[in-house]
């Protein structure tokens, strides 16, 4: 049996399993961090890890040539959301959607007055005025929509009463200019997200960081709980961080292996394939649903995609496709074009 959660994350039980629904890097090698942290792991098992991450947050820092004051360590970049949320209870933000639903959960929690807008609203159209915050995700998740640099700047230098709260978690999944972490050094109302999970294939080790004003870090730095980052997820990030060769990201082959799918999609009539700039992107489909879609793929072709319908703003005709290499992605087309021709 194969179990999936709302999201991302599957346990494969004695088969091989074909994951087109993850947006975590799929060629990740992570056999010499592997072979760090299990040397590290006697010691670091026996010991508290630092209460705030103080170590990581030096290099961090150093990288960026930001203050150490500027960074908050998280438990991953969901932590992330709800710790901001938690920190500015009750205000105002605007999200735009579709976009990744933990967003909404998060402000939801702590009683924040939820506005949301369609992302295809002309940003000139978003009732900025009317809110404290503003959620925005570039590349985005789930339709992979991206805001540029210029962009962003332009946005957040007309609104400067509006955090903009800018989840990075994909910024290495493009070669569009996007927002460095030393934004907030010039912009004070930039809050940005960050996250060592997809680029670096290590989504169960639950590690990122905040970026920020002081005044936002000082606000935020009351609500973080000590210890609350484990010493291994901050020894991979401290390890990732001093060895960047090791995961050098091919962006431009999984790019164009992305547009190969997407144009091998858009030959059947009975989809509607949704411009992406990304390595993941949205298909409607027209005939059938999501649902039942994915649980064809899975019991047939053993093979695993995003149902998209749980994003707010979508339908039950929506599934989100992170590709692959030409030789995977060629099974995948393969597979729903089986599918549609059994379902006609």
């Known amino acids: 049996m194969i179990h999936v959660n709302s999201e991302e994350h599957c346990v494969e039980n004695n088969r091989s399993l074909l994951n087109f629904s993850s947006t975590v890097w799929y060629g990740g090698d992570n056999q010499l961090l592997t072979e760090h942290l299990i040397q590290l792991l006697p010691e670091s098992i026996q010991h508290y890890p630092e ?3 103080a170590t990581l947050r030096k290099m961090i820092a150093r990288r960026h040539e930001l203050s150490e004051q500027n960074i908050v360590i998280t438990n991953g970049p969901t932590s992330a959301f709800y710790l901001i949320a938690q920190a500015f209870a009750g205000k105002k933000v605007l999200i735009p959607v579709p976009s990744f639903s933990d967003y909404e959960d998060a402000m939801r929690r702590y009683n924040f007055d939820i506005r949301l807008v369609s992302n295809l609203t002309p940003i ?3 009732p900025l005025d009317e809110v404290d915050f503003c959620f925005l995700c570039t590349p985005n998740n789930p339709d992979g929509r991206i805001m540029s640099h210029s962009e962003l700047i332009r946005l957040v230098s007309k609104h400067p009463n509006v955090n903009f709260i800018i989840d990075q ?4 999944y493009t070669t569009t200019n996007l927002l460095k972490p030393g934004a907030s050094k010039q912009y004070s109302n930039i809050i940005t997200v960050w996250s060592f999970s997809h680029t670096y294939s290590i989504p169960g080790l639950r590690i990122g960081y905040i970026v920020a004003n002081k005044s936002i870090t000082e606000e935020l730095s009351k609500y973080i709980i000590p210890w609350s980052v484990n010493t291994l997820a901050i ?3 401290k390890y990732i961080l001093i060895h960047p060769a090791q995961f050098t990201l091919p ?3 999984w790019q164009r292996a992305t547009q190969e799918l997407i144009s091998k999609l858009r030959a059947f009539d ?8 990304t390595t993941f992107f949205l298909v409607r489909l027209k005939t059938g649903t999501a649902a039942q879609l994915r649980d064809y793929l899975l019991t047939n072709h053993n093979i695993l995609v995003r149902d998209a319908s749980n994003f707010h703003g979508l339908n ?3 599934i989100r496709i992170t590709a692959r290499d030409e030789e995977t992605n060629n099974i995948l087309v393969k597979a729903i074009e089986q599918w549609i021709a059994e379902s006609k």
Do not use: F, H
Request: aromatic share 12%; net charge negative; glycine share 4%.
């Open 51 to 53: 209460p705030d991450g």
């Open 124 to 126: 000139e159209e978003w």
């Open 169 to 172: 978690a994909y910024a290495n």
């Open 235 to 237: 020894e991979a990030a």
């Open 251 to 253: 962006i431009r082959k």
């Open 270 to 277: 009975d989809l509607e394939v949704i411009p992406s700039e």
């Open 316 to 318: 039950e005709s929506y």
